[in-house]
Structure formats: structure tokens, C-alpha cells
């Protein structure tokens, strides 16, 4: 098993974080970022398999996935011992709902803030009013997250590829920028999937990459 990821990608985190809690070593192929040159080289391999060129893609012999979400599913259906989705076809849907919004956050707003903040250090050139229109959307995010969490242990049920996918979002938004402020429900949750082992592993990672990026 051959997982093609980038170390900064929060969605390729996604499918990491998946695979160490199911206790699953997959040969890395990194696609290399930074600052300067963003994403690349991409080799043809890479591109063979990746019809996007979108990290992650997840190749075995004669089967490539793309996209974390379907990744995972897949990850969970194959590799059931260590289930990261509810059973229940209502609380799965639950799950998938807030993995989608954590994605579209990571996708439209993280990227946002990506582009204004990390790559803009300086603030040389920054757009600050769609900083602060970004810092506002996630500010709803986080409240409807609170809702949830000031009533739940989890997102869906037991842990799950939705914590997994809404703690990275919000690790990443967190450096830049976004606050989780007095929102106990959320941060008793945040320190929860925090402290799990393959979590620690990968924050560990995306530190130490961040800091030579
Ligand atoms: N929906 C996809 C999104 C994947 C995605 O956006 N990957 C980004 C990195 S986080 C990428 O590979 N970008 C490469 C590029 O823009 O050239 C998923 O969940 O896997």
C-alpha cells in the first residue's frame, strides 16, 4: 500500500491519521511544497494515478483512490477492526455531514487563510478584509461545533474519521489566526483527539515541516 501525500495537506493528514489508528504502515511517496514553489515536482507516476494532481491518493496494486473522505471510507470498510465510522446508517450520515463541512472549511476558508497569512508573514499585500470575512465564517463553524460538542463526547457516536477531519481543520486554522476562545464544549473535544497517540504523531510531523516550509 503506497499512500501519495504531501506533509502540509490537511487532507493527506486526513488519510495518515486514519491509517495509524488502524495500525497500518503505508509506504509514503511525498509530493514536495513550499513556500516558494508550492506544490511540486509532481512526478508522472504521481500523475498517472492522481486525475486532479491532488494529494492524497492511495494506490494499491491495480486499485488508485483520490480524495481523503472516499480514502477513508474505504480504509474503514477494509481495515473494520478499528472502526472510525458509526454503524448505524442515521449516525453515519451524521458522521459524513460534518466531515463535508470540516472538508469545505478546509477547502474554501483554510485556503483563504493559507494564502493571506502564511504566505503573506510580512502582511505585505495582504487582503485584510477577506481575513476578517474568513476569521467570521469560521467563527460560525466553531459555534455550531460548541453546539455539538457541549453535548457530545464526538462529533458522531464514538470517535471518528469526522473528528479526525474537523480536529485538523482546526489545528491548521489555529496557526492561523482562528481562535477556539471560551467554547468549553470544543476545547474539552480538542484536547480529547489531541492526546490520541497517532494524533500526537502527526501534529509532531506537520510542526516540524511547517517550520522549514
Ligand atoms: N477533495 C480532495 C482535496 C485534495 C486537495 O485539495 N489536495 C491539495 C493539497 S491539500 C493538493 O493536492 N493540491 C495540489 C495542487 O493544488 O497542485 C480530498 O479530500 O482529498
Given at each position: 500500500?503506497?499512500?501519495?501525500?504531501?506533509?502540509?495537506?490537511?487532507?493527506?493528514?486526513?488519510?495518515?491519521?486514519a491509517l495509524a489508528e488502524?495500525?497500518?504502515?503505508?509506504?509514503?511517496?511525498?509530493?514536495?511544497?513550499?513556500?516558494?514553489?508550492?506544490?511540486?515536482?509532481?512526478?508522472?507516476?504521481?500523475?498517472?494515478?492522481?486525475?486532479?494532481?491532488?494529494?492524497?491518493?492511495?494506490?494499491?496494486?491495480?486499485?488508485?483512490?483520490?480524495?481523503?473522505?472516499?480514502?477513508?471510507?474505504?480504509?474503514?470498510?477494509?481495515?473494520?477492526?478499528?472502526?472510525?465510522?458509526?454503524?448505524?446508517?442515521?449516525?453515519?450520515?451524521?458522521?459524513?455531514?460534518?466531515?463535508?463541512?470540516?472538508?469545505?472549511?478546509?477547502?474554501?476558508?483554510?485556503?483563504?487563510?493559507?494564502?493571506?497569512?502564511?504566505?503573506?508573514?510580512?502582511?505585505?499585500?495582504?487582503?485584510?478584509?477577506?481575513?476578517?470575512?474568513?476569521?467570521?465564517?469560521?467563527?460560525?463553524?466553531?459555534?455550531?461545533?460548541?453546539?455539538?460538542?457541549?453535548?457530545?463526547?464526538y462529533l458522531s457516536g464514538?470517535?471518528?474519521?469526522?473528528?479526525?477531519?474537523?480536529?485538523?481543520?482546526?489545528?491548521?486554522?489555529?496557526?492561523?489566526?482562528?481562535?477556539?476562545?471560551?467554547?468549553?464544549?470544543?476545547?474539552?473535544?480538542?484536547?480529547?483527539?489531541?492526546?490520541?497517540?497517532?494524533?500526537?504523531?502527526?501534529?509532531?510531523?506537520?510542526?516540524?515541516?511547517?517550520?522549514?516550509?
Amino acid at each position: 500500500m503506497k499512500l501519495w501525500s504531501g506533509t502540509l495537506s490537511p487532507f493527506s493528514a486526513k488519510v495518515r491519521i486514519a491509517l495509524a489508528e488502524k495500525g497500518l504502515v503505508p509506504e509514503i511517496a511525498e509530493i514536495p511544497w513550499s513556500r516558494a514553489n508550492l506544490w511540486g515536482p509532481k512526478p508522472a507516476a504521481f500523475l498517472a494515478v492522481s486525475p486532479r494532481g491532488e494529494v492524497p491518493v492511495l494506490e494499491m496494486p491495480g486499485l488508485a483512490i483520490v480524495d481523503s473522505t472516499i480514502i477513508n471510507e474505504y480504509l474503514d470498510e477494509a481495515y473494520s477492526q478499528v472502526p472510525l465510522m458509526p454503524k448505524d446508517p442515521a449516525e453515519r450520515a451524521v458522521c459524513r455531514m460534518w466531515e463535508d463541512m470540516a472538508d469545505f472549511f478546509m477547502a474554501e476558508h483554510l485556503t483563504t487563510l493559507i494564502r493571506e497569512v502564511f504566505m503573506k508573514p510580512d502582511k505585505v499585500g495582504r487582503d485584510e478584509a477577506a481575513v476578517a470575512a474568513t476569521l467570521g465564517a469560521f467563527d460560525g463553524f466553531l459555534n455550531a461545533l460548541e453546539k455539538r460538542l457541549s453535548a457530545n463526547e464526538y462529533l458522531s457516536g464514538d470517535y471518528s474519521v469526522a473528528d479526525i477531519a474537523a480536529w485538523l481543520c482546526l489545528t491548521f486554522a489555529q496557526s492561523l489566526g482562528v481562535t477556539i476562545g471560551e467554547r468549553q464544549g470544543l476545547q474539552a473535544w480538542y484536547v480529547r483527539v489531541s492526546e490520541r497517540p497517532a494524533v500526537q504523531a502527526e501534529l509532531a510531523s506537520v510542526m516540524a515541516a511547517a517550520g522549514a516550509a
